[in-house]
């Protein structure tokens, strides 16, 4: 197989893997395009989406502002306390919605760091004074 073919079959790997975790989270075909097109769109968030489909945890290489996607996933639970008072059983339905959450949110960094660093750094979902 030429290198053009294994780089579309890569590519229709990650992009089927972006729809099963839509699925999994609850999230429609249109919610899948849309991200799979950001993703797409970024050599950074590609190798981190591959990464993470191949052994199931972020690489954290690429960073938007200086945030990995592991700095989004911790803000993302702490901010909106999803896993509060939850049985660790539970956690894990919430994966897909997760690391869905976090490639969004990197993807819209991407273009809008500022938006995103500012909410990183001050809206914690703590009740302390920063």
């Not at 975790?21 to 249109?30: C, I, N, P, R, S």
């Not at 991200?35 to 993470?52: D, H």
């Not at 690429?62 to 945030?67: C, H, M, N, P």
């Not at 690391?99 to 990183?120: C, G, H, V």
Request: net charge negative.
């Amino acid at each position: 197989m030429d290198e053009k073919k294994q780089l579309q079959q890569a590519l229709a790997t990650l992009q089927n893997f972006i729809y099963s975790l839509a699925v999994q989270a609850e999230k429609d075909q249109t919610y899948a395009d849309t991200l799979w097109q950001a993703i797409s769109q970024s050599e950074g968030l590609l190798q981190e989406l591959a990464y993470y489909h191949d052994y199931g945890t972020p690489l954290c290489k690429y960073q938007v502002a200086g945030y990995t996607l592991a700095d989004i996933l911790i803000w993302q639970v702490d901010h909106f306390k999803l896993y509060m008072d939850r049985p660790d059983e539970m956690n894990r339905y919430r994966q897909p919605r997760l690391i869905l959450s976090a490639f969004e949110t990197m993807a819209q960094m991407e273009k809008t760091p500022d938006a995103f660093t500012n909410k990183m750094r001050y809206e914690t979902g703590q009740d302390i004074i920063v």
